[in-house]
């Protein structure tokens, strides 16, 4: 955390300034020519300044992979920004064949999909993050960690597998049924049950969000100092008023920054979601009715849009999740950091 | 909070009514206390219970479904059975070598930039805050940018531009744990360098670099494996083939395009295939992690960073 790295520290051995040396594996054996040529020759300035530079140089990359990003799809999707200006976003129509587009039903199913994912996926992550952390024995943590993270390492492509021929037929038998007959007054499930639409992308969607948000919450509620807890078991606290008000309630503008970070995550996710949303641009009231999510409808017709102002339509789409997703990513990690600040990083 | 504090002064000198409210008031925080345990006790089943099913499904119905021809013949057409994947198998080892001798090197270098140079400069706080956002963009996103950048100019849709997609994709997570790595690397022991006269590039390469490189090498595994999965970067730029191809410059299959192919094809043979390639995809990833991590533990990779 201190700068004493940066300390200078005078070059003993100066021979040869002029020569450059490209970093490269280090031969250990003893009597290597590499090995007694490095040693000789490898003090000298220029090659400390070079191998700063292309340091240096890899790490400004990530600034230019930003920047190639926002400059092509913004060259791409002119097209259409000159077409249809700001409009764009509120327009609901979608005709590919006239030539008129509008993204509105995109960004009512994204936001559909992505704020019940949250709904249903928020206090089930705080739970698992609040046993772990909290409850759990000992020898439970490692596995019950391993397996939520484990979680986080399948691929998208196989929960879309699963979801299709595991989820599907249980919307449509069970839990549909279940829900018409439990919740049908609100409206919100009413029309015809497929099993596919917005609510079976949503269940898969927080399935897969769920590791990302509690993942930070522990890091957030490990970041608590212990006194915390302490202080508040020696005043006589039952555990849960220690979690509520020691742990959770000074840990909760992190826990808010794991939440938009799942956020972020379910904004963006393409292939599980298109494959058991329904894909068909429509806004409905019933949350069985399929519906289209703006990574969906890129992935799906992007390689089938023939003409520029379709291809150019999709490329918009694609830069207005690009800049919604950046500004979502960069407050979670903000509030993230803002509290996780100064603990060391997890080792496990 | 101040209740309860209040409430235990009350504690210690009871009269009758108060004793009585004391004794209310504590049953019913232990019993909310109860119910919270059991609410994350049974959120953590819930939580876990998807994922098991996930697994067993997968072992299940991928390995009735798994065989010899799986392996060594391309996908058959439509209406014959049998076929196998092992051209998509072939290109997604391309792919993520190419993504990886991309990524991983750019992604190192950056960490390093990031422990060893910019600690505590404006510009180190950019970067690692840039890295920390371009994890989180789409990998959408990444494959439209891709096209556009690549495919467009040559043409057609390629191995390599496949490649670059999922290499972008690996740089931020790479350079973080590269940085994290780095950073648990005592100063004492950089010193000790300096102290000898080594020069600063030769202390991160044979001495910070060196101690760090088994976390390093699990976090590029970790990359690896996020990466290997991915499909929606791989639509629009390696785009998928049905035959043989080993040519950086043309279209090449890769087993998480050809699952998602098969999964939302009518066909039941096809979606056995599916199954059958989520299984292999999945065991891929899991032996490839593993066969780093124990050869990294047993020190054959330590000397090499």
């Known amino acids: 955390m201190t700068d004493s790295t940066r300390v200078q520290v005078p070059h003993i051995v100066v021979n040869d300034p002029g020569v450059s040396l490209e970093p490269g594996p280090v031969n250990t054996g003893p009597d290597s020519i590499v090995r007694q040529y490095l040693n000789k020759r490898s003090a000298g300035k220029f090659a400390d300044g070079t191998f700063g530079t292309v340091m240096l140089l890899s790490a400004l990359s990530i600034f230019m992979i930003v920047g190639l990003i926002v400059f092509t799809l913004t060259t791409g999707s002119k097209l259409s920004i000159h077409e249809f200006g700001w409009k764009f976003f509120v327009r609901s129509a979608w005709d590919p064949v006239n030539g008129d587009f509008g993204a509105m039903t995109f960004i009512f199913g994204t936001i559909a999909t992505s704020l019940l994912a949250l709904c249903i996926s928020v206090p089930l992550a705080i739970g698992v993050a609040v046993f772990i952390t909290e409850m759990c024995p000992e020898q439970l943590r490692t596995p019950i960690s391993f397996l939520t993270e484990l979680l986080a390492a399948i691929p998208s492509v196989v929960y879309g597998l699963w979801a299709l021929f595991i989820l599907v037929p249980i919307m449509r038998d069970q839990l549909g049924p279940f829900l018409v007959k439990t919740l049908g007054w609100t409206g919100l499930f009413g029309g015809d049950n497929f099993g596919i639409g917005i609510l079976t992308a949503s269940i898969i969607l927080a399935i897969m969000i769920l590791p990302v948000i509690s993942s930070i919450t522990r890091d957030v509620m490990r970041a608590v100092p212990i ?53 068909r641009p429509d806004i409905a009231k019933s949350l069985f009715a399929p519906g289209y999510t703006l990574a969906s409808v890129v992935a799906n017709e992007f390689t089938e849009a023939t003409d520029d102002m379709y291809v150019s339509a999709l490329v918009e789409i694609g830069l207005a999740l690009f800049l919604v997703t950046i500004v979502v990513n960069a407050i979670a990690r903000l509030l993230v950091w803002a509290v996780t600040r100064g603990t060391p990083p997890r080792s496990a | 909070m101040i209740d309860e504090t209040e409430q ?69 057409p439509v209406g014959e059975n049998g076929g196998g994947m092992a051209n998509s198998i072939l290109g997604s080892g391309i792919i993520l070598g190419l993504a990886s001798s991309m990524g991983i090197p750019v992604g190192i270098a950056a960490g390093v930039y990031l422990a060893e140079y910019g600690r505590g400069k404006m510009l180190g706080h950019a970067v690692r805050f840039t ?100 499909t929606a970067p791989l639509l629009f730029t390696a785009f998928g083939n049905q035959f043989w191809s080993a040519n950086l410059n043309q279209p090449i299959g890769a087993l998480p395009l050809q699952i998602f192919v098969y999964a939302i094809s009518p066909y039941d043979e096809w979606h056995r295939l599916a199954w059958a390639g989520a299984l292999v995809l999945i065991m891929l990833i899991m032996v490839s992690v593993s066969l780093v991590r124990i050869v990294a533990s047993r020190g054959i990779l330590k000397g090499n960073q």
């Not at chain 1, 606290?237 to 920054?257: C, D, F, K, S, Y």
């Not at chain 1, 799942?262 to 949303?277: D, W, Y």
């Not at chain 2, 006790?41 to 098991?52: K, N």
Request: proline share 4%; with cysteine; charged share 15%.
């Open chain 1, 227 to 279: 006194n915390q807890r302490e202080g508040m078991l020696a005043l006589g606290a039952t555990r849960w008023e220690m979690i509520r008000t020691g742990v959770l309630r000074n840990a909760r503008i992190g826990i808010v920054g794991a939440v938009i970070l799942g956020l972020g995550r379910a904004l963006g996710e393409t292939m599980a979601v298109t494959m058991v949303i329904g894909n």
């Open chain 2, 131 to 230: 890295a920390d956002v371009l994890n989180g963009v789409p990998s959408i996103v990444m494959g439209l940018a891709i096209y556009a950048l690549i495919v467009v100019r040559q043409r057609h849709f390629s191995a390599l531009s496949g490649g670059v997609a999922l290499a972008i994709m690996m740089i931020p997570t790479v350079t973080r744990t590269t940085e994290e790595m780095l950073m648990t690397v005592p100063l004492a022991v950089r010193e000790a360098g300096f102290a000898l006269g080594v020069p600063k590039w030769r202390t991160i390469m044979s001495i910070s670099l060196r101690t760090a490189s088994p976390g390093i090498i699990t976090g590029c595994m970790l990359a690896f494996a996020r990466v290997a999965g991915e």
């Open chain 2, 8 to 76: 235990v002064k009350l504690d210690m000198e009871p009269g009758p009514l108060v004793m009585r409210n004391s004794r209310v008031n504590s049953l019913h925080r232990m019993l909310s206390d109860h119910l919270v345990t059991g609410l994350a006790v049974l959120s953590t089943i819930v939580v876990i219970a998807p994922l098991v099913s996930i697994l067993l499904y997968l072992l299940y119905k991928g390995a009735s479904s798994l065989n010899l021809a799986f392996f060594t013949h391309v996908p058959a």
